[in-house]
Structure formats: C-alpha cells, structure tokens
C-alpha cells in the first residue's frame, strides 16, 4: 500500500465549476499536509500548508484535512483555465523527507 | 516570484557524458537541499538529500557514484549526472525548506540523453 494514495485522473471540469482534489494518507504520524501545482514541465508551486486537522483558505483556495479519516482536500472555486494543472499533495511527520501522491491532472475547459 | 532556481532549464547530450545542474538559494540560505526524479506522468522521488559541508545523503536504490552531488556552499547544490545513459533521461528537481514554511521547488532541468 502506497503512503499517499491520489486519484490520477484526468479530471475535467468547466470554467467556474468548484474543482475538489483528494488524497488519503496511511500514516497517522503524518502532520504536515501541502498541496502543490505543478505546470507542465515546470517544478512544483506550493499552494497551500496546513497543521494537523482543519481547514484553511486562500483566495479560491481551500485546503482541508481530516486526519481522523486521514483525508486530505483542495477546493477550488470559480476554476479558471490557468488552474489546469497537476495538483500534488503532500504529507511529512515534521521533518523535511516529503511523501508525495502521484498528482491528479486537472483540466478547466472554457 | 521563485525563490530556489535551478540551471539548466533543458540539456541534451550524448551517452557517456557528464552533466552537472545547479540548484540556488536565491535570498536565503539552505543548509539543506533536496534533489528530485520524476518520470512523465508519475510523482516526485526523492533521490537524495544535500547537506551543506558534509556528505550528501542518498535514498536507497540511488547510485551514489552516478549520481554526484555537492553543497558547497549556503546558496548553491549541484548534481552531476555521471556517464549519463538513456535511461538516465528524466526530469531532475531540486527544492529547499524556507525558513518557516515547506519546501520551495526550481523548475527543474529536463534532462535528455541521446
């Protein structure tokens, strides 16, 4: 069983729907929780980072974990074409060693 | 705007050549940096991390004699690919904790061996 598992995809919506990208994590000693953007042929671009169980907002996006059910969420709202990417999450117990899932390709279509 | 950048963006070279990539700390200094594998389609491995002064240290699978790496300095790390093959060809990424915050990432180097 893989540390963080994350649905591939590839998700398409339409322009302005509400996009929700998921992980879950085997883990319980996992903390840190990040979710990172990643353009084609480009590194990844840490979106958000959140502690321990809760949510967090910024701008469209919301991320929100459960480490009850050891689940992790990005919401996007409003989605736009330039949210068409690879969104990976991220787990780490606290130090700097990152478990990444494989990333789910998102595509907004006009 | 980046905060770690990663040089070159893309090089292509012969098999059996050597071929070093610079990842740099811009602002800031890291003790510690991380270098990255990732294949088409498929999430970031960890190779190995890179310790400012002292020995990298490498995940396990990873040739330590193929894969070089140096932090000579606060701000820069580099990784040689050594007598590079085909199958050496993949998408090299470097990152570096900011103080207070996860990892930053470069934009990687697109590593093409012919």
């Known amino acids: 069983q893989k540390e963080v598992e994350q649905d591939p995809g590839p998700l398409s919506v339409p322009e302005g729907a509400i996009v929700s990208l998921n992980c879950t994590y085997s883990n319980s000693a996992f903390q840190y929780f990040m979710w990172y953007r990643q353009y084609s042929r480009k590194g990844p671009e840490l979106l958000m980072y959140t502690y321990s169980s809760g949510n967090k907002e910024d701008g469209r996006f919301t991320a929100q974990v459960d480490k009850s059910s050891k689940y992790i969420s990005l919401f996007i709202r409003d989605s736009q074409p330039s949210d068409s990417a690879t969104y990976l999450c991220?787990?780490?117990?606290?130090?700097?060693?990152?478990?990444f899932g494989t990333g789910t390709q998102l595509k907004v279509e006009l | 705007g980046a905060v770690v950048s990663q040089h070159p963006s893309w090089v292509i070279c012969k098999s059996g050549t050597s071929v070093k990539i610079e990842c740099r700390s811009l602002?800031?200094?890291?003790?510690?940096m991380f270098w990255y594998r990732q294949f088409p389609k498929q999430s970031l491995m960890l190779m190995a991390t890179s310790n400012e002064g002292s020995k990298a240290t490498y995940e396990q699978g990873v040739e330590k004699d193929k894969f070089l790496i140096n932090h000579a300095s606060l701000t820069l790390s580099t990784l040689t690919v050594t007598s590079a093959h085909p199958e050496d060809s993949s998408f090299y990424i470097c990152?570096?904790?900011?103080?207070?915050?996860?990892?930053?990432f470069g934009d990687g180097t697109r590593l093409s061996i012919l």
């Open positions: 990152s570096a904790p900011v103080s207070g915050q996860p990892q930053h």
């Open positions: 991220a787990v780490t117990g606290g130090g700097n060693k990152l478990t």
């Open positions: 602002d800031f200094q890291a003790t510690t």
